[in-house]
């Protein structure tokens, strides 16, 4: 079964910070995709980023980069120079990789509470 | 282009009434899928749709919940008797492809509250 673990529950910074979330996953799968998600207050889900599992390049977009370490399960994004904008709960989720029917059938981790302060 | 549309975006019913929530895609996307989402449960996945035909309702809590996609513009969520313990967020999301690469779009949700 598939598993994904987001430990921290909540985060608070202030204004400027850096701050990462951490997401570990578990799949027997060896083709797979993660993702995360961000919620803002306001409610509705918005996608940020995707990997497959054979690209392990981190990636660096604006404010915000990623690394991905397949030896450790591991899926961390980082916010840098945090905005009170940024203020959200972050989902990280991970999702099967099928060629025929099954489609993307997401297992979300439990998110995790950014709060930014100024 | 819009988004993944649902209605209501707010229901308020009493234990015991019928509950329907609705869902319209995005336009030339083949998958739907039916999202709750709780305090303590989190997000979980209900029900999902490829090209109209239920997939996977693996996740459907109980016989009191049907899902049912009548063609590719529309889908419903039915909760009959409901109760309080089904208050939550109802997301609806949408997606193009099989391969499991691409990202879900979602709804802005239903927030349902039984009392």
């Known amino acids: 079964a598939q598993k994904v673990t987001q430990a921290q529950t909540e985060i608070s910074v202030v204004e400027k910070e850096d701050v990462t979330l951490d997401c570990v996953y578990e799949t027997r799968d060896t083709t797979y995709y993660l993702f995360w998600y961000k919620q803002p207050p306001s409610g509705e889900l918005v996608f940020l980023i995707r990997r497959n599992s054979f690209d392990e390049q981190n990636e660096i977009s604006g404010r915000y980069s990623w690394n991905f370490q397949k030896s450790t399960s591991s899926f961390n994004f980082t916010i840098t120079a945090s905005q009170v904008v940024d203020s959200a709960v972050y989902f990280c989720?991970?999702?099967?990789?099928?060629?025929?029917?099954?489609?993307?059938?997401?297992?979300f981790g439990t998110g995790t509470q950014l709060k930014v302060e100024l | 282009d819009a988004g993944v549309i649902q209605s209501p975006r707010h229901e308020v019913t009493e234990m015991g009434q019928e509950v329907t929530l609705r869902c319209k895609p995005i336009?030339?996307?083949?998958?739907l899928f039916w999202y709750r989402q709780t305090m303590m449960r989190g997000l979980e996945l209900l029900i999902y749709f490829n090209n109209n035909v239920p997939i996977d309702d693996s996740g459907m809590p109980e016989d009191r919940f049907s899902a049912k996609m009548p063609n590719a513009s529309f889908s419903t969520l039915k909760i009959q008797p409901s109760e309080p313990r089904d208050s939550a967020v109802y997301f609806c999301?949408?997606?193009?492809?099989?391969?499991?690469?691409?990202?879900?779009?979602f709804g802005p949700g239903t927030r349902l509250t039984v009392l």
């Open positions: 336009s030339g996307h083949d998958y």
């Open positions: 989720a991970l999702s099967e990789a099928r060629l025929t029917g099954g489609g993307n059938k997401l297992t």
């Open positions: 999301a949408s997606s193009l492809g099989t391969s499991g690469y691409n990202e879900q779009f």
